[in-house]
């Protein structure tokens, strides 16, 4: 792998700026979508190494896109990270329910997010830009 190609996913477009302004600092291609929908067309088309997944989003929920993506042989090794504000009991029950290899509470702590990454895709995979 070159450079990682990481998808995020979510309605919120405050939190897909934050996501992507935070992955610019890395050497990385970033795929967004902002719904469920786009997010599993992107996974189909992208073939990305990292999806960071909301939950509640239109169209397809996360957890749906999740479960898509855990059932198809050819997408089941994508990493998914759940990131989402329905409680930390909830997430950690219905997140590896579907499939999920993580997951984080919104609101999130950058350096954790960084963290969790780095364990999915490989700590020598995600690379600062110099």
């Known amino acids: 792998m070159s450079v990682p190609t990481i998808l995020i996913a979510d309605d919120n477009p405050d939190i897909r700026s934050l996501l992507s302004a935070f992955f610019s600092d890395f050497e990385c291609e ?22 960071l997944l909301d939950v509640m989003m239109p169209e397809v929920n996360g957890w749906e896109v999740c479960k898509y993506i855990k059932e198809r042989d050819a997408l089941r090794d994508i990493p998914v990270l759940m990131l989402t504000a329905i409680g930390p009991n909830l997430n950690s029950l219905t997140s590896p329910l579907y499939g999920a290899d993580a997951y984080l509470d919104k609101p999130f ?7 969790t990454v780095r364990q999915l895709l490989g700590a020598d995979v995600l690379k600062r830009k110099v």
């Open 109 to 115: 702590d950058l350096g954790q997010l960084e963290e």
């Open 30 to 51: 970033l795929v967004v979508a902002k719904n469920g929908e786009e997010a599993l067309e992107s996974v189909i088309v992208e073939m990305p190494d990292l999806v």
